[in-house]
Protein backbone atom coordinates (compact mmCIF):
# COMPACT_ATOMS: atom_id res chain seq x y z
CA UNK A 1 0.00 0.00 0.00
CA UNK A 2 1.54 3.33 -1.09
CA UNK A 3 1.18 5.80 1.69
CA UNK A 4 0.87 9.59 0.21
CA UNK A 5 1.45 12.06 3.51
CA UNK A 6 0.58 15.24 1.45
CA UNK A 7 -2.87 13.76 1.24
CA UNK A 8 -2.76 13.76 5.26
CA UNK A 9 -3.58 15.93 7.93
CA UNK A 10 -1.45 15.64 10.72
CA UNK A 11 -1.64 16.98 13.88
CA UNK A 12 0.88 17.32 16.84
CA UNK A 13 -0.53 17.22 20.75
CA UNK A 14 2.35 18.64 22.16
CA UNK A 15 5.31 20.86 20.74
CA UNK A 16 8.31 19.76 22.87
CA UNK A 17 11.37 18.57 21.43
CA UNK A 18 10.06 15.17 19.91
CA UNK A 19 7.05 16.99 18.24
CA UNK A 20 9.45 19.50 17.20
CA UNK A 21 11.83 17.37 15.95
CA UNK A 22 9.30 14.91 14.54
CA UNK A 23 7.35 18.12 12.36
CA UNK A 24 10.95 19.39 11.49
CA UNK A 25 11.99 15.85 9.98
CA UNK A 26 8.05 15.49 8.07
CA UNK A 27 8.20 19.49 6.55
CA UNK A 28 11.72 18.49 5.55
CA UNK A 29 11.19 15.20 3.43
CA UNK A 30 7.56 16.91 2.65
CA UNK A 31 7.93 20.89 2.54
CA UNK A 32 4.13 21.89 1.46
CA UNK A 33 2.95 19.76 4.17
CA UNK A 34 0.59 21.21 6.38
CA UNK A 35 1.04 20.80 10.19
CA UNK A 36 -1.16 21.37 13.17
CA UNK A 37 -0.23 21.46 16.42
CA UNK A 38 -1.58 22.30 19.80
CA UNK A 39 0.69 23.07 22.68
CA UNK A 40 -0.44 25.62 25.77
CA UNK A 41 3.28 26.43 26.29
CA UNK A 42 5.27 26.25 23.10
CA UNK A 43 4.52 28.11 19.58
CA UNK A 44 6.31 26.95 16.60
CA UNK A 45 6.24 28.06 13.86
CA UNK A 46 6.64 24.23 12.40
CA UNK A 47 2.63 23.88 12.42
CA UNK A 48 -0.26 25.62 12.44
CA UNK A 49 -1.38 26.65 16.09
CA UNK A 50 -5.01 25.53 17.13
CA UNK A 51 -6.54 26.75 19.84
CA UNK A 52 -7.74 24.06 21.81
CA UNK A 53 -7.41 19.90 22.23
CA UNK A 54 -10.47 19.94 20.38
CA UNK A 55 -9.77 21.57 17.03
CA UNK A 56 -6.64 20.29 16.99
CA UNK A 57 -8.38 17.31 16.74
CA UNK A 58 -11.14 18.26 14.02
CA UNK A 59 -8.57 19.29 12.17
CA UNK A 60 -6.24 16.30 12.03
CA UNK A 61 -7.00 12.98 10.26
CA UNK A 62 -4.06 11.59 12.51
CA UNK A 63 -3.08 13.34 15.61
CA UNK A 64 0.35 12.23 16.88
CA UNK A 65 0.24 12.03 20.90
CA UNK A 66 3.80 14.21 21.91
CA UNK A 67 2.83 14.47 25.54
CA UNK A 68 4.08 13.19 28.78
CA UNK A 69 3.01 9.43 30.41
CA UNK A 70 1.66 11.47 33.50
CA UNK A 71 0.30 13.73 31.59
CA UNK A 72 -1.75 12.12 28.55
CA UNK A 73 -5.09 11.70 31.02
CA UNK A 74 -6.01 15.61 31.32
CA UNK A 75 -4.46 16.10 27.79
CA UNK A 76 -7.07 13.93 25.78
CA UNK A 77 -9.79 14.78 28.05
CA UNK A 78 -11.50 16.79 25.66
CA UNK A 79 -10.83 14.17 22.91
CA UNK A 80 -13.75 12.48 20.92
CA UNK A 81 -11.18 9.52 19.72
CA UNK A 82 -12.83 9.87 16.25
CA UNK A 83 -9.41 9.56 14.69
CA UNK A 84 -6.02 8.03 14.14
CA UNK A 85 -3.79 8.09 16.91
CA UNK A 86 0.28 7.65 17.15
CA UNK A 87 1.38 7.84 20.45
CA UNK A 88 5.20 8.51 21.88
CA UNK A 89 4.83 8.21 25.39
CA UNK A 90 7.43 5.54 26.78
CA UNK A 91 5.72 2.65 28.73
CA UNK A 92 1.18 3.72 28.06
CA UNK A 93 -0.08 0.90 26.46
CA UNK A 94 -2.94 1.44 23.81
CA UNK A 95 -5.76 -0.54 25.88
CA UNK A 96 -4.65 2.70 28.28
CA UNK A 97 -4.89 5.17 25.26
CA UNK A 98 -7.68 3.55 24.44
CA UNK A 99 -9.75 3.90 27.41
CA UNK A 100 -8.71 7.62 27.51
CA UNK A 101 -10.09 8.22 24.24
CA UNK A 102 -13.51 6.56 25.47
CA UNK A 103 -12.55 2.98 22.85
CA UNK A 104 -11.19 5.03 20.64
CA UNK A 105 -9.94 1.96 17.85
CA UNK A 106 -7.37 3.33 15.63
CA UNK A 107 -3.86 3.47 17.79
CA UNK A 108 -0.64 3.21 17.30
CA UNK A 109 2.36 3.57 19.33
CA UNK A 110 6.22 4.83 18.07
CA UNK A 111 9.08 5.02 20.52
CA UNK A 112 11.37 7.03 18.80
CA UNK A 113 14.85 8.37 20.55
CA UNK A 114 16.93 12.08 20.99
CA UNK A 115 18.60 11.48 17.21
CA UNK A 116 14.97 12.26 15.88
CA UNK A 117 16.25 16.24 16.31
CA UNK A 118 18.85 15.48 13.86
CA UNK A 119 16.78 13.18 11.96
CA UNK A 120 19.12 10.03 12.49
CA UNK A 121 16.55 8.24 14.83
CA UNK A 122 15.83 4.38 15.62
CA UNK A 123 12.49 4.09 15.86
CA UNK A 124 10.20 1.07 17.15
CA UNK A 125 6.42 0.94 15.81
CA UNK A 126 4.03 -1.54 16.93
CA UNK A 127 0.06 -1.18 15.17
CA UNK A 128 -2.65 -3.51 15.26
CA UNK A 129 -4.49 -1.66 12.45
CA UNK A 130 -2.04 -1.95 9.00
CA UNK A 131 -3.44 0.89 7.41
CA UNK A 132 -2.38 3.17 10.60
CA UNK A 133 1.03 1.23 11.21
CA UNK A 134 2.13 2.02 7.31
CA UNK A 135 1.12 6.03 7.99
CA UNK A 136 3.14 5.26 11.27
CA UNK A 137 6.29 4.02 9.01
CA UNK A 138 6.04 6.46 6.84
CA UNK A 139 5.99 9.51 9.46
CA UNK A 140 8.50 8.32 11.53
CA UNK A 141 10.92 7.10 8.36
CA UNK A 142 11.29 11.38 7.84
CA UNK A 143 13.55 11.59 10.96
CA UNK A 144 14.98 8.26 10.64
CA UNK A 145 15.49 4.55 10.61
CA UNK A 146 12.00 2.74 11.66
CA UNK A 147 11.62 -1.33 13.19
CA UNK A 148 8.39 -2.68 13.37
CA UNK A 149 7.34 -4.93 16.41
CA UNK A 150 4.48 -7.43 16.10
CA UNK A 151 4.21 -7.94 19.47
CA UNK A 152 3.41 -4.30 21.36
CA UNK A 153 5.22 -5.31 25.17
CA UNK A 154 8.42 -5.43 22.72
CA UNK A 155 7.84 -1.78 22.35
CA UNK A 156 9.75 -1.96 25.91
CA UNK A 157 12.36 -3.71 24.98
CA UNK A 158 12.54 -1.05 22.06
CA UNK A 159 12.81 1.55 24.87
CA UNK A 160 15.83 0.12 26.33
CA UNK A 161 17.62 0.15 23.99
CA UNK A 162 17.12 2.89 21.36
CA UNK A 163 14.99 4.87 23.11
CA UNK A 164 17.49 5.03 26.33
CA UNK A 165 20.35 4.11 23.94
CA UNK A 166 21.31 8.00 23.36
CA UNK A 167 22.25 7.89 27.01
CA UNK A 168 24.58 4.71 27.34
CA UNK A 169 26.58 5.77 24.31
CA UNK A 170 27.31 9.23 24.86
CA UNK A 171 28.40 7.50 28.37
CA UNK A 172 30.36 5.48 26.55
CA UNK A 173 31.77 8.26 24.29
CA UNK A 174 32.69 10.38 27.34
CA UNK A 175 34.47 7.31 29.12
CA UNK A 176 36.29 6.59 26.07
CA UNK A 177 37.64 10.63 26.22
CA UNK A 178 38.18 10.61 29.33
CA UNK A 179 40.68 7.38 28.99
CA UNK A 180 42.41 9.76 26.66
CA UNK A 181 42.93 12.34 28.69
CA UNK A 182 43.70 9.68 31.37
CA UNK A 183 46.51 9.03 28.84
CA UNK A 184 47.45 12.28 27.66
CA UNK A 185 45.22 13.64 25.46
CA UNK A 186 43.85 16.70 26.06
CA UNK A 187 40.23 16.33 26.39
CA UNK A 188 38.44 18.18 23.31
CA UNK A 189 40.75 16.62 20.91
CA UNK A 190 40.13 13.30 23.08
CA UNK A 191 36.24 14.04 22.87
CA UNK A 192 35.93 14.67 18.59
CA UNK A 193 38.09 11.23 17.88
CA UNK A 194 35.90 9.01 20.27
CA UNK A 195 32.88 10.78 18.89
CA UNK A 196 33.94 10.52 15.28
CA UNK A 197 35.68 6.77 16.15
CA UNK A 198 32.03 5.61 17.13
CA UNK A 199 30.32 7.37 13.99
CA UNK A 200 32.45 5.36 11.89
CA UNK A 201 31.97 2.05 13.58
CA UNK A 202 28.09 2.07 13.32
CA UNK A 203 28.51 2.98 10.18
CA UNK A 204 30.38 0.08 9.63
CA UNK A 205 28.18 -2.63 11.15
CA UNK A 206 25.26 -0.40 9.17
CA UNK A 207 26.64 -0.40 5.57
CA UNK A 208 28.52 -3.59 5.77
CA UNK A 209 26.05 -5.40 7.26
CA UNK A 210 28.41 -7.65 9.18
CA UNK A 211 28.48 -9.04 12.34
CA UNK A 212 29.96 -7.07 15.22
CA UNK A 213 32.48 -9.32 15.97
CA UNK A 214 33.33 -10.38 13.01
CA UNK A 215 34.72 -6.61 12.28
CA UNK A 216 36.09 -6.85 15.90
CA UNK A 217 38.08 -8.88 14.64
CA UNK A 218 39.67 -7.11 11.87
CA UNK A 219 40.79 -4.64 14.31
CA UNK A 220 41.79 -7.08 17.17
CA UNK A 221 45.19 -8.90 16.07
CA UNK A 222 46.76 -11.65 17.92
CA UNK A 223 49.09 -9.81 20.79
CA UNK A 224 48.25 -6.39 19.77
CA UNK A 225 47.00 -3.55 21.47
CA UNK A 226 43.35 -3.76 20.72
CA UNK A 227 42.85 -7.40 22.66
CA UNK A 228 44.83 -5.76 25.42
CA UNK A 229 41.96 -3.53 25.46
CA UNK A 230 39.39 -5.70 25.25
CA UNK A 231 40.69 -7.55 27.93
CA UNK A 232 40.40 -5.08 30.11
CA UNK A 233 36.50 -4.86 29.01
CA UNK A 234 35.97 -8.20 30.17
CA UNK A 235 37.90 -8.28 33.00
CA UNK A 236 35.55 -5.29 33.98
CA UNK A 237 32.18 -6.56 33.28
CA UNK A 238 31.63 -4.02 29.90
CA UNK A 239 29.11 -6.67 27.76
CA UNK A 240 27.01 -7.98 31.12
CA UNK A 241 26.77 -4.04 32.31
CA UNK A 242 25.12 -2.77 28.81
CA UNK A 243 23.60 -6.04 28.57
CA UNK A 244 21.66 -5.05 32.04
CA UNK A 245 20.96 -1.59 31.69
CA UNK A 246 19.05 -2.63 28.61
CA UNK A 247 17.22 -4.73 30.49
CA UNK A 248 16.76 -2.39 33.46
CA UNK A 249 15.60 0.37 31.32
CA UNK A 250 13.48 -2.39 29.39
CA UNK A 251 11.57 -3.22 33.42
CA UNK A 252 11.53 0.76 34.57
CA UNK A 253 9.73 1.10 30.97
CA UNK A 254 7.36 -1.71 32.20
CA UNK A 255 6.72 0.15 35.25
CA UNK A 256 6.00 3.25 34.05
CA UNK A 257 3.02 1.79 32.15
CA UNK A 258 1.32 -0.08 34.73
Known amino acids: MDINLS ?11 MGSAIARGLKNKHPNLNLTGYDPLIRSDLVNAADSPESLESACDIVLLC ?29 SIQEMLGGARHIARAMPNLNASIQMAATGIYSHDSELGLLARAIFECVGAVEMVEKEELLHVVTGLSGSGPAFVFEFIDALAQGAVQAGLPYERALRLAAETLIGSA ?8 HPLELRS ?7 TTIAGLAALEELGFRSAVMRAVVRAKERSEELGK
Open 67 to 95: VKPQEMKSALASFKGNKQYISIAAGLSTS
Open 7 to 17: TRKIGFLGMGK
Open 218 to 224: QVASPGG
Open 203 to 210: SLVVLEKK
